[in-house]
Nanobody, 130 residues
């Protein structure tokens, strides 16, 4: 079982920054990948970035170079630093976790597919105004 609690959403002007946090409580007997997904009104949920247990990451193309996923292993907290935010980044952001299957080197960007996720947080809203 995995429990995920997000915080840090809010409103910001275009070009600004926000940092999202996700406290992860997990059964250590199972290995998980973790990450962030988002869903804008009228759109499908999409993967933003995922991290495997080794710390390797896969980013969605539109956020590369702007967003950074990191993890405090001592506190088991995921951080998503979002810089140079744009109005198209406006969405509900969800922390997520899933059972780790084949390594990132094999499945790669497939891990950005929301259908593979097993656990979801409650979501935190990010709004970027122009």
């Amino acid at each position: 079982q995995v429990q995920l609690v997000e915080s840090g959403g809010g409103s910001v002007q275009a070009g600004g920054s926000l940092r999202l946090s996700c406290a992860v409580s997990a059964d250590t007997s199972t290995t998980y990948y973790t990450g962030w997904f988002r869903q804008a009104p009228g759109n499908k949920r999409e993967g933003v970035v995922v991290m495997d247990p080794r710390g390797s990451t896969i980013y969605e193309e539109s956020v590369k170079g702007r967003f950074t996923l990191s993890k405090d292993n001592a506190e088991n907290i995921l951080y998503l630093q979002m810089n140079r935010l744009a109005p198209e980044d406006t969405a509900m952001y969800y922390c997520a976790a899933g059972d780790m299957g084949p390594p990132f080197a094999i499945l790669g960007r497939a891990y950005l597919d929301p259908s593979l996720v097993d656990y979801w947080g409650q979501g935190t809203q990010v709004t970027v105004s122009s």
